[in-house]
């Protein structure tokens, strides 16, 4: 699965310190040239510096977790992201007139974390646990995601190869099926992530409820029973 892209940081942010903004802008360049590892240390750096908590040490922690992603270290991704996501819900959100970030940049606001942001925590977290081969929690998060935006097809497809995992899961006892369609990357992100190799315990009953989730309902049947699904970290509240 591929993941959004980092978000830079305004020039606000970080209690004003113009050396540390200028780190990471530079963080957000080696991100762009696939410096992943110097970038994930400035980023790093970074969050020890900021104020908590804050909207920049979120999105910081969203950078370093998907940093962490590029270097295939998966548990740290899924540890930095899953803080971020979580985070979210404690700052108030505003709506952006796009959901899904288009100029691979974000401008910081104090305060306020926009709705395009919490689309891409939840996106990138549910990559990350997908990677891991935590099918249920890549589910959980991807869904908070299309609550956030329901139309993002990337999302969705996403979605649905988690899914795919848990009935392969379910048919042959939790042995990984060969036959399982790979992640789509988006253009430019060249081929797609291999995955590892130990599956997550998954119960009949957990993949099941996860399976049977989109099965036959409309789209508003859906997203109500996303919404009734979605453990409390995840609930999304739009009159933030």
């Not at 994930?40 to 950078?63: C, F, M, Q, T, W």
């Not at 803080?83 to 306020?112: L, M």
Request: proline fraction near 6%; aromatic fraction near 8%.
């Amino acid at each position: 699965m591929s993941l959004l892209s980092v978000f830079a940081l305004g020039a606000l942010v970080l209690c004003g310190c113009r050396v540390q903004v200028a780190s990471v802008k530079e963080a957000n360049l080696d991100f762009a040239k696939g410096a992943f590892a110097s970038a994930g240390e400035a980023y790093d750096n970074a969050i020890a510096n900021a104020k908590r908590p804050s909207p920049e040490e979120i999105r910081l922690r969203y950078n370093l977790g998907s940093a962490y992603y590029k270097q295939d270290e998966a548990t740290k991704a899924t540890g930095q992201l899953q803080q971020a996501a979580e985070r979210v819900a404690g700052h108030g959100a505003r709506e952006d007139s796009a959901t899904r970030p288009t100029d691979h940049s974000h401008e910081e606001t104090r305060g306020e974390v926009d709705t395009s942001f919490q689309f891409a925590a939840y996106y990138n977290l549910g990559a990350a646990y997908y990677r891991e081969r935590e099918y249920s929690r890549s589910a959980e998060a991807l869904q908070a995601a299309l609550v956030v935006n329901p139309d993002d097809v990337d999302a969705k497809h996403n979605l649905e190869l988690a899914l795919e995992e848990l009935r392969s899961q379910m048919s042959v006892g939790g042995a990984p099926d060969e036959d399982t369609p790979q992640p789509t990357p988006r253009q430019g992100d060249g081929d797609p992530e291999p995955m590892p190799q130990n599956p997550t315990n998954l119960s009949p009953e957990e993949a099941e409820r996860l399976v049977d989730m989109f099965g036959g309902d409309d789209a508003g049947h859906q997203q109500q029973r996303i919404r009734s699904m979605l453990p409390p970290r995840y609930d999304v509240e739009k009159d933030w």
